[in-house]
């Protein structure tokens, strides 16, 4: 497993369309996570890049989410998201 290069902002778009591909291969889409954790290294740098992004895959009625600050993440990853998502 390779890290995405490009900080906080390229890792966040990465995991959120790795995310997409994973619903989608479910059948589903965005539209159907209805929670997601975010972990970020950094919560007080990190928080309004990665929410940028974010925003951008989660632009109308966004899933409730839960942010919190970690100590590291596994191969040095600024980011980390995971989701629950309600399938058909």
Known sequence: MKLVDGGVQAQTRAALENMTKVLKG????????????????????????MNE????????????????????????AEVEIECIAELP
């Open 53 to 76: 992004v974010y925003l951008e895959f989660f632009a109308t009625n966004p899933p409730a989410r839960t942010c919190i600050g970690v100590a590291a993440l596994p191969l040095g």
């Open 26 to 49: 479910a059948g589903v889409g965005l539209e159907s996570v209805l929670k997601a954790n975010i972990y970020l290294t950094n919560l007080a740098r990190d928080f309004a890049p």
